[in-house]
Every structure is written in structure tokens, then in C-alpha cells.
């Protein structure tokens, strides 16, 4: 199962989350899962994302985003 994370809000300030990526999309085991970890990976980063996933054997999938 897959899910993709186009849009959340940092939790600690309720602002948009600054990642610099557009989207993320993670292939996990159940679609929950993927859907929860797809919107923490966007708040954390590709970094704290990608380890995050990586502890629950799902893969992930970032697309960055455009400069202007």
C-alpha cells in the first residue's frame, strides 16, 4: 500500500511545514501506516523522514520542490 503527503503543517507552530519538497509518497505495509508516515516524513525532512520509514520497512519517494 502507498499513500502521498502533498501539503501538512508543522505541528510544533501550525505553520506550513518547510521541508523544501513538494510531496513525499511512502510504500509501507498498510495504507494507515503509509498515510501517517507519508505526513511526519514531510514535517521531518528527507533526512529524519527517510529514517523514520526505514524503521517501519517502508520506502519513500520525495519530490522537491521548483525554485522560481
Known sequence: DWSSDVCSSDLSTGTPSDSGFDSVSVISS???????????????GETDGTELANKFNAKTYWIKQRSN
Open 30 to 44: 498498510s495504507s494507515l501506516e503509509a498515510d501517517c508516515l507519508s505526513t511526519a516524513c514531510l514535517v521531518l
